[in-house]
């Protein structure tokens, strides 16, 4: 199943997050694009366990969900950041009738801002109300950025 409208908007999304890696994902959470995301990562237990889980709740919940990869609980949060060397900010973010998106990034490279998130949500949205699911990624884009 190829899915042009989740291909070009895990693409916009990855441009104007600044995101290391991005997935698209059916509503079977069937893997229909990527970036810098390798085999041997897509199919670690770990990983796409971990990716899933949050992938299927935004998709349950139709909203976007924004974590991290060590900590999902504040509650079971170590008292130490000696675990920390590989946190990663995560979001998954709901294409309804589609799928969904995943991107994340180092921690050290920053958060993935909320604003941004409710942006690219409000173009979803605004796509899917329009009737514009065929539009280009450039299209996309420029949406986003005329909503700033």
């Known amino acids: 199943m190829n899915d042009s409208l989740l291909s070009k908007m895990m693409r916009v999304a990855y441009k104007v997050t600044g995101a290391e890696r991005a ?6 959470l069937e893997t229909l694009d990527k970036i810098n995301l390798e085999e ?11 990716a899933q889980k949050w992938l299927r709740h935004a998709l349950d919940e139709g909203h976007y969900v924004i974590t ?13 950041n000696t675990n920390f060397a590989n946190l990663r900010v995560v979001v998954c973010i709901p294409v309804r009738g589609h799928g969904g998106v995943y991107l994340d990034q180092h921690i050290r490279n920053g958060i993935i801002a909320r604003e941004v998130i409710n942006r690219l949500m409000d173009v979803i949205h605004g796509i899917q109300k329009n009737s514009q699911e065929e539009a280009s990624e450039e299209h996309i884009m420029a949406l986003y950025e005329r909503m700033s």
Do not use: M, R, W
């Open 40 to 50: 041997t990562t897509l199919e670690d237990p770990s990983f796409i366990g971990f």
């Open 23 to 28: 997935l698209a994902v059916n509503y079977d």
């Open 68 to 80: 991290n990869n060590v900590v999902s609980d504040p509650t079971k949060a170590p008292i130490t």
